[in-house]
């Protein structure tokens, strides 16, 4: 009932009894959350070749998301895991950024099995918080491995009791990855689907959303809008569960919307509520500014700007972001992402972002560059991670 609830994308039964199974048994496991996992989970897996099987908490959808067949990661229960294993016999799990799943970690040391968190990120707010519950630092220590992203995160795993010798600093990983095949295809699609023509426009996707950026993000697009009264925002809630409360935000301000779920133009609605899982990543193909979440809250601590530098659409975000510094720095300091840390800020950022061409010309070359330097990203991490294994 409490997976109905958060919505996943329907997968609670799926996740329940293990789905279809991906890739053959006896391989490696890859378990990535969702679509910013799985993107690094997709470039880790052509590495590997075909030996490994991805699976998802939610349903990808979008040809962004689809660049492999993804199964159902089980949920957090003894039955659940059990059918995993008998699935799938791994012969390593790897885990994207994050495993809370208790029982599959118990399997995979009572197998013998290897079990790795790479890219983990882990901020100074949530070391302190693991700190204060004695009784749950104990999870922190089942998995076998943890390649954390920078020497402050290697530093606050083996705070939280995690054993110096399952720490390694190995970061970044799979910094930044460059758009999609088939690009131009992609927007064309979408702009199509929309509605949208040449007079549309500024476009900006404020994405993986939580209420204190909806705050901000509102706000500033109603300022930004008196200025440019045929923008669009199309607005991605972090967690669909909340995607009631949302609705109730945007009809309060007397804005009309449509759902992506709907699957119709926007006419004369001025926002679109990008209500399905996995399409975030093509949607920045048509922005002409983008907002990241979990960035105007020092709890969250940001979440992943790769897939708008992808596209090398201009970035704003919030002053939270500790969980993605060492991704997010190299942006701002090029020039590409603004702090914002208010809806007047985030409105003087977006205007001169999406009006000034000299600007857009700078961005789009430093995009560019720093796409350019992070090639090999996941061929550095295949041989971290297969020397991890091989321990």
Same mark, same amino acid.
């Given at each position: 009932?409490?997976?109905?609830?958060?919505?996943?994308?329907?997968?609670?039964? *799926?996740?329940?009894?293990?789905?279809? =199974?991906? #890739?053959? $048994?006896?391989?490696? &496991?890859?378990?990535? @959350?969702?679509? /910013?996992?799985?993107?690094?989970?997709?470039?880790?897996?052509?590495?590997?070749?075909?030996?490994?099987?991805?699976?998802?908490?939610?349903?990808?959808?979008?040809?962004?998301?689809?660049?492999?067949?993804?199964?159902?990661?089980?949920?957090?229960?003894?039955?659940?895991?059990?059918?995993f294993f008998r699935r799938y016999r791994p012969s390593a799990i790897l885990v994207?950024?994050?495993?809370?799943?208790?029982?599959?970690?118990?399997?995979?040391?009572?197998?013998?099995?290897?079990?790795?968190?790479?890219?983990?990120?882990?901020?100074?707010?949530?070391?302190?918080?693991?700190?204060?519950?004695?009784?749950?630092?104990?999870?922190?220590?089942?998995?076998?491995?943890?390649?954390?992203?920078?020497? *402050?995160?290697?530093?606050?795993?083996? =705070?939280? #009791?995690? $054993?110096?010798?399952? &720490?390694?600093?190995? @970061?970044?990983? /799979?910094?930044?990855?460059?758009?999609?095949?088939?690009?131009?295809?992609?927007?064309?699609?979408?702009?199509?689907?929309?509605?949208?023509?040449?007079?549309?426009?500024p476009l900006v996707v404020a994405a993986s959303t939580w209420d204190e950026d909806?705050?901000?993000?509102?706000?500033?697009?109603?300022?930004?809008?008196?200025?440019?009264?045929?923008?669009?925002?199309?607005?991605?809630?972090?967690?669909?569960?909340?995607?009631?409360?949302?609705?109730?935000?945007?009809?309060?301000?007397?804005?009309?919307?449509?759902l992506r779920s709907a699957k119709k133009p926007l006419e004369g609605a001025r926002?679109?509520?990008?209500?399905?899982?996995?399409?975030?990543?093509?949607?920045?193909?048509?922005?002409?500014? *983008?907002?990241?979440?979990?960035?105007?809250?020092?709890?969250?601590?940001?979440?992943?700007?790769?897939?708008?530098?992808?596209?090398?659409?201009?970035?704003?975000?919030?002053?939270?972001?500790?969980?993605?510094?060492?991704?997010?720095?190299?942006?701002?300091?090029?020039?590409?992402?603004?702090?914002?840390?208010?809806?007047?800020?985030?409105?003087?950022?977006?205007?001169?972002?999406?009006?000034?061409?000299?600007?857009?010309?700078?961005?789009?070359?430093?995009?560019?560059?720093?796409?350019?330097?992070?090639?090999?990203?996941?061929?550095?991490?295949?041989?971290?991670?297969?020397?991890?294994?091989?321990?």
């Open positions: 009932m409490r997976a109905k609830r958060r919505r996943y994308g329907g997968m609670v039964w *799926a996740r329940l009894f293990g789905g279809k =199974r991906v #890739g053959e $048994p006896g391989g490696i &496991v890859i378990l990535a @959350g969702g679509l /910013g996992e799985a993107r690094v989970a997709f470039e880790v897996a052509r590495e590997f070749g075909g030996e490994v099987s991805i699976l998802t908490k939610t349903r990808l959808e979008g040809s962004g998301a689809g660049q492999a067949e993804t199964g159902a990661i089980p949920f957090n229960n003894p039955f659940s895991v059990w059918l994207v950024e994050f495993c809370d799943f208790t029982h599959l970690k118990y399997w995979a040391m009572a197998r013998g099995v290897p079990l790795i968190v790479f890219n983990v990120p882990i901020t100074e707010r949530e070391t302190e918080r693991v700190l204060a519950k004695h009784d749950d630092r104990w999870r922190w220590r089942l998995a076998g491995a943890y390649l954390a992203r920078d020497d *402050a995160t290697a530093e606050r795993l083996r =705070r939280i #009791g995690v $054993p110096s010798d399952q &720490v390694e600093q190995f @970061g970044p990983i /799979g910094m930044y990855v460059d758009a999609p095949p088939g690009a131009e295809s992609i927007r064309d699609c979408w702009r199509a689907e929309l509605g949208l023509d040449a007079g549309d426009g909806e705050d901000a993000v509102l706000d500033a697009w109603m300022r930004f809008r008196s200025e440019h009264p045929d923008s669009i925002l199309i607005l991605a809630p972090r967690e669909l569960m909340r995607l009631e409360q949302v609705r109730e935000r945007v009809s309060t301000l007397k804005l009309d919307y449509v926002v679109l509520l990008l209500d399905k899982y996995g399409e975030l990543r093509e949607v920045y193909g048509i922005a002409d500014v *983008a907002y990241v979440g979990g960035t105007m809250d020092h709890f969250r601590g940001g979440h992943t700007p790769v897939e708008a530098l992808a596209w090398r659409v201009p970035i704003t975000l919030g002053p939270s972001y500790a969980q993605q510094a060492n991704v997010v720095q190299p942006l701002i300091d090029s020039g590409v992402a603004v702090v914002c840390p208010d809806a007047q800020s985030l409105d003087e950022a977006w205007t001169q972002m999406t009006t000034d061409r000299e600007l857009r010309a700078r961005i789009e070359v430093e995009c560019a560059r720093l796409l350019s330097a992070s090639e090999g990203g996941a061929t550095r991490l295949y041989e971290a991670l297969n020397g991890v294994i091989g321990k």
